[in-house]
């Protein structure tokens, strides 16, 4: 996850040969060159090319069941070896709602978390962002409510050194007016988010925001610097029996693997879903070798967001078998 403008994969696979130390060849006067002019290639570590974030979803049940204060992220996401940090706004609505999302309580979420995350050295990666109304809706002005509501977001983002918040396309949901409607809805938003140096990144997060092709091709007719997506792992449900976003069963899914190459060209974060483990520690739901080297062979470089969501391990140990298969594919120091 990082900051960074949005770039066609010809750019991104520029970077990453730059990244990786191959060197152009300089303009002018063709000359033969023998082995020993050669210069030397320096490989890049791979601590310097991806770090590893915690999306706080991962803690929501320790926060929401538990009753743990949702100000010790940082804390807990330290000790468990992390560098970065990915707030969940939702989890803090018990607080911010009783003074109306007022200018005040906001301040006073940023301040906090911003003493935290200096307290335990880490940095303010994203801000995820939920209920704040729905920026595919159909009418304009619920529309543009929704844009607006999402404001007082940015606002907190770029005074916590975030270079992201995440938003979701929920609204209508037939084909045609989802797109027009989410290529509005995300125009609006990232107009106001462009000069507060923050992206708006959108993840697939079930109902057509799920179909990978579709939407990249939101992203391409967009067509803005500081508009992206985070593509995750899991979350490919279309369709639901009830017709919800999130809760009944999925009856129509889309290929994951399809939809986070599509998603990664794209891509200003990535978010590594898991649910379980076999006795090996491999995540036993989704091919993970398989999703880091799509992430790869885009030329993505940056923060890979933790995001445990699983039921059988606890969050702790689901958060560390996660970070410690991401650490072996990464080659990463777990």
Same mark, same amino acid.
């Given at each position: 996850?990082?900051?960074?403008?949005?770039?066609?994969?010809?750019?991104?696979?520029?970077?990453?040969?730059?990244?990786?130390?191959?060197?152009?060849?300089?303009?002018?006067?063709?000359?033969?060159?023998? *082995? &020993?002019?050669?210069?030397?290639?320096?490989?890049?570590?791979?601590?310097? @090319?991806?770090? @590893?974030?915690?999306?706080?979803?991962?803690?929501?049940?320790?926060?929401? =069941?538990?009753?743990?204060?949702?100000?010790?992220?940082?804390?807990?996401?330290?000790?468990?070896?992390?560098?970065?940090?990915?707030?969940?706004? +939702?989890?803090?609505?018990?607080?911010?709602?009783?003074?109306?999302?007022?200018?005040?309580?906001?301040?006073?979420?940023?301040?906090?978390?911003?003493?935290?995350?200096?307290?335990?050295?880490?940095? =303010?990666?994203?801000?995820?962002? /939920?209920?704040?109304?729905?920026?595919?809706?159909?009418?304009?002005?619920?529309?543009?409510?929704?844009?607006?509501?999402?404001?007082?977001?940015?606002?907190?983002?770029?005074?916590?050194?975030?270079? &992201?918040?995440?938003?979701? @396309?929920? +609204?209508?949901?037939?084909?045609?007016?989802?797109?027009?409607?989410?290529?509005? +809805? @995300?125009?609006?938003?990232?107009?106001?988010?462009? %000069?507060?140096?923050?992206?708006?990144?959108?993840?697939?997060?079930?109902?057509?925001?799920?179909?990978?092709?579709?939407?990249?091709? $939101?992203?391409?007719?967009?067509?803005? %610097?500081?508009?992206?997506?985070?593509? /995750?792992?899991?979350?490919?449900?279309?369709?639901?029996?009830?017709?919800?976003?999130?809760?009944?069963?999925?009856?129509?899914?889309? /290929?994951?693997?399809?939809?986070? #190459?599509?998603?990664?060209?794209?891509?200003?974060?990535? &978010?590594?879903?898991?649910? /379980?483990?076999?006795?090996?520690?491999?995540?036993?739901? $989704?091919?993970?070798?398989?999703?880091?080297?799509?992430?790869? *062979?885009?030329?993505? #470089?940056?923060?890979?967001?933790?995001?445990?969501?699983?039921?059988?391990?606890?969050?702790?140990? +689901?958060?560390?078998? #996660?970070?410690?298969?991401?650490?072996?594919?990464?080659?990463?120091?777990?």
């Amino acid at each position: 996850m990082k900051r960074r403008n949005f770039i066609q994969n010809s750019t991104r696979a520029g970077i990453a040969f730059s990244l990786l130390g191959v060197y152009a060849c300089k303009q002018g006067k063709k000359k033969e060159t023998t *082995d &020993s002019e050669m210069p030397e290639e320096t490989p890049v570590a791979p601590e310097q @090319l991806f770090k @590893l974030s915690l999306a706080q979803w991962s803690i929501n049940q320790m926060i929401r =069941n538990d009753g743990v204060d949702p100000y010790t992220f940082a804390e807990k996401a330290k000790a468990w070896g992390f560098t970065g940090l990915e707030y969940v706004s +939702g989890l803090y609505y018990k607080e911010l709602e009783k003074d109306n999302f007022s200018e005040a309580a906001m301040k006073a979420f940023v301040d906090k978390c911003n003493a935290e995350s200096e307290k335990h050295g880490l940095e =303010n990666v994203l801000i995820m962002i /939920d209920g704040q109304g729905d920026l595919a809706a159909s009418d304009a002005a619920v529309r543009k409510e929704a844009v607006e509501n999402h404001y007082k977001w940015v606002d907190a983002a770029s005074a916590m050194g975030c270079h &992201s918040i995440r938003v979701n @396309l929920n +609204g209508t949901q037939e084909q045609e007016a989802w797109t027009k409607a989410s290529v509005d +809805g @995300l125009t609006q938003l990232a107009t106001y988010a462009k %000069d507060k140096n923050v992206n708006i990144i959108v993840e697939n997060h079930g109902g057509l925001s799920s179909n990978g092709a579709m939407l990249a091709g $939101i992203m391409k007719e967009v067509g803005m %610097d500081n508009c992206g997506t985070l593509p /995750d792992f899991g979350n490919f449900c279309i369709k639901r029996e009830d017709g919800s976003y999130y809760e009944s069963k999925c009856i129509e899914e889309y /290929d994951k693997y399809q939809g986070v #190459t599509e998603l990664m060209l794209y891509a200003k974060a990535v &978010s590594a879903k898991s649910y /379980d483990f076999d006795a090996e520690g491999n995540e036993s739901k $989704i091919d993970y070798a398989k999703m880091i080297q799509i992430v790869k *062979d885009s030329g993505y #470089t940056g923060y890979i967001g933790v995001e445990y969501e699983g039921n059988v391990l606890s969050e702790e140990e +689901g958060i560390i078998a #996660t970070k410690n298969l991401l650490s072996k594919l990464l080659d990463l120091s777990a």
